[in-house]
């Protein structure tokens, strides 16, 4: 069983920045492709950017391209979400996901096999 624990969110003002943090309690390079997704209220949960396991690949979802950067750090067992340039519709709580497989491109909630508590980010226009 994996546990991942996010932290990091915050309240902030459109154009700051936030950097998040998914800790997790196994080594992390024994873990396939993380992931980073976000829900507002009233809406479906959506993919924000996946980091394969060694951390070479990156993808992201078209809303958060060029202003978020996922990284991982094997050795400290976490995955960070830096995310730049913040609009209000970033607003969100930020969850973030594990899978064991080793899939490079995994945008679907269903892929990912564990999930964090997930961290409340609001952005103030």
């Known amino acids: 069983q994996v546990q991942l624990v996010e932290s990091g969110g915050g309240l902030v003002q459109a154009g700051g920045s936030l950097r998040l943090s998914c800790a997790a309690s196994?080594?992390?390079?024994?873990?396939?492709?993380l992931g980073w997704f976000r829900q507002a209220p009233g809406k479906e949960r959506e993919f924000v950017g996946g980091?394969?396991?060694?951390?070479?690949?990156?993808w992201y979802g078209d809303s958060v391209k060029g202003r978020f950067t996922a990284s991982r750090d094997n050795a400290k067992n976490t995955v960070y979400l830096q995310m730049n340039s913040l609009k209000p519709e970033d607003t969100a709580v930020y969850y973030c996901?594990?899978?064991?497989?080793?899939?490079?491109?995994?945008?679907?909630?269903?892929?990912?096999?564990?999930w964090g508590q997930g961290t409340q980010v609001t952005v103030s226009s």
């Open positions: 996901a594990a899978t064991i497989t080793m899939s490079y491109g995994l945008r679907s909630r269903n892929g990912y096999d564990y």
């Open positions: 980091i394969t396991r060694t951390g070479i690949s990156t």
């Open positions: 196994v080594r992390t390079f024994s873990i396939g492709t």
